[in-house]
């Protein structure tokens, strides 16, 4: 049976570190789904660290951008993150809102056609302030309605707090 979770939170809010677990109490082989592009050497420590925490039971995919190239049929999957994927796609449609969030919605429907559990962690980067940057003004739009698609489509959704998990779906 297809069951989508949706965990959002703010930056290390805990997000990643709760989809795993909730991964591993569903399967013992999860797989895992990295969407980040690594653009410096920061960034690339920063996976390093996610990787070193999983063990040798998770199968690993990279994917940038095409989620539905992926047949996870009967899988449970960690797809971290939405952020990330959908930075990927901004900037391949030359920060071209409208566009960009056409491409997510097709490519989210597409990818969880299948029978699988996907656990898609997501940032709610929209609860400051608004950015006196055009760009950034437009990506958060992009995000604010990504998230919404998913989690209207989520049988769950968790909101992560300082570590704690807020039930707000499901």
Known sequence: MKKIILITGGQRSGKSEKAEQLALSLSEHPVYLATAKVWDDEFRERVRRHQERRGPQWTNIEEEQLLSRHDLTGRVAVIDCVTLWLTNIFFQHGEDTNRSLEMAKAEFDAFTRHDATYIFVTN???????????????????????????????????LMVSGIAIRVKG
């Open 124 to 158: 709610e980067i929209g609860m400051g302030g608004v950015s006196d940057n055009a760009m950034q003004r437009h990506f958060a739009d992009l995000q604010g309605w990504m998230n919404q698609y998913v989690a209207a489509r989520a049988d769950e959704v968790i």
